[in-house]
Every structure is written in C-alpha cells, then in structure tokens.
C-alpha cells in the first residue's frame, strides 16, 4: 500500500483498520462495503484522487 516510509502515517491506525476488516468476512453482505472503504482509505493515503468503485 505505501510504498516508502511517510511521518505522517498512522501505521498502528491502518493495522487496527486491517483488523476490523478481517472480521467482515463472517458477513457475505458487508464485504463490497468494507472493500470500498479499504481502497478510499488506500487512495488517500497514497494521495491518489479518482473514481473508487467496487465493480
């Protein structure tokens, strides 16, 4: 996800957000829900700007 160390990372946030994510798998429903949200997360932490679609 992040290719070079940045200060302004919260890496211990992002392995908490990674965590919570795990859990979706137990709801078939929610996954499309928490994948968007995971690329959002990646697109800003990148500092990409674009159209983010599950599709």
Request: glycine residues 8%; hydrophobic residues 40%; proline residues 4%.
């Amino acid at each position: 996800m992040v290719t070079e160390p940045d200060k302004d990372v919260d890496y211990e946030l992002l392995e908490d957000f990674g965590k919570f994510l795990s859990g979706v798998s137990a709801y078939p429903a929610r996954i499309k829900c928490a994948i968007l949200a995971w690329h959002a997360l990646k697109e800003a932490v990148e500092g990409e700007s674009g159209s983010i679609s599950t599709e």
